[in-house]
């Protein structure tokens, strides 16, 4: 007699309270096992769905402290949706799922809809909205270059749909277009304070500042980086992927290609956060200081979205990833009735 799966529930991570019971399927993003100050031995990761992340602890039960370990940390791995049985507890302020028991989901108990976060813009628009853009480029080189790069098909469809990060920013299927249009977006709105500077130049720029990340993050919203990812950068391959698109068209201008490869390679802003030249040029500076705005707002949205202690006037660090930020939650705070 074959049993039927257990079937998703609907209690998604953003609705969840303290207190609720779970029995629930969920993604896993990070495994790791820690020892408690006593000495015990725990696990601890963090499960998603399309709404959002919490922690999970899973701790020893029945005066079988470490067994949980033995038993436990080889049942699952990070990438695998599994399916767990626990409380929702509140720990410092924040959500945490303590675990009883769990498994891992079977093939028909999983739907990647339900687990994968997305862009709340339709794709469609995006994607006309990127064929726009190049469109709009006025140098024949640039234009040439946008169409090679993104006429690489497998290049292309992993664009639309990669993440813009793991957890900082953007960090959900088709974040990375997301993200490279509202710079551009930007752009469009300030360039014009700014006459001196070379639009082609920083619209070719932001197309390209992150598309190696189709190769550095994994193929689902809060994979790990990959081996080359981690190993040389996102920075790198994606310069190395315009570089080689440069090669291939005739005759491709000594100087708009140093240019262009300059705010690639520059647009974190300095070698202490991944740059390996620092922005040298108008061009540059402005396409360092947009990608920075943008990925700390966007880092900010989803902290203050993520919050849940309603007493407290700014959100927990932690919420902020490794930027470990507090945001102000609003000017309500300074009523004096709260």
Do not use: W
Not at 301 to 330: C, E, H, W
């Amino acid at each position: 007699m074959t049993t039927a799966p257990q079937i998703h529930r609907g209690q998604f991570i953003q609705s969840l309270a303290e207190g609720d019971q779970v029995l629930e399927h969920y993604r896993v993003v990070r495994k790791v096992v820690k020892t408690s100050r006593k000495g015990d031995q725990y696990l601890d990761f963090d499960l998603v769905d399309r709404t959002g992340q919490i922690n999970a602890k899973l701790f020893g039960q029945n005066g079988s402290v470490n067994d949980v370990v033995a038993t436990y940390n080889d049942a699952f791995d990070a990438g695998d949706v599994i399916r767990v049985d626990g409380i929702v507890d509140v720990f410092n302020g924040k959500l945490q799922l303590i675990v009883k028991r769990l498994r891992r989901s079977t093939e028909d108990e999983v739907d990647d809809r339900l687990f994968e976060r997305a862009s709340e813009r339709p794709l469609e628009d995006m994607e006309r909205e990127l064929a726009d853009v190049i469109g709009s480029l006025e140098n024949d080189f640039v234009r040439k270059l946008a169409g090679a790069v993104f006429g690489d098909e497998a290049f292309y469809r992993r664009f639309l749909v990669a993440p813009a990060a793991t957890r900082l920013h953007h960090a959900y299927r088709s974040g990375l277009v997301e993200h490279t249009l509202s710079l551009i977006a930007a752009a469009d709105r300030l360039l014009p304070a700014y006459p001196e500077i070379d639009r082609d130049v920083v619209v070719a720029s932001i197309l390209f500042h992150d598309s190696g990340k189709t190769e550095e993050l994994g193929e689902k919203a809060g994979d790990e980086y990959t081996v080359e990812g981690t190993m040389v950068g996102h920075v790198y391959l994606g310069a190395r992927r315009v570089e080689r698109a440069m090669d291939a068209i005739p005759d491709f201008p000594r100087a708009l290609r140093v240019h262009i490869l300059h705010c690639v390679l520059s647009h974190h802003g300095s070698r202490e956060y991944g740059a390996p030249v620092e922005p040298a040029s108008l061009e540059a500076l402005f396409v360092h200081h947009l990608d920075n705005l943008d990925a700390k707002i966007a880092n900010a949205r989803g902290a203050l979205a993520a919050d849940i202690n309603a007493k407290s006037a700014f959100t927990d660090p932690s919420l902020a990833g490794a930027v470990f930020q507090r945001y102000f939650k609003g000017e309500s705070f300074l009523d004096p009735e709260n």
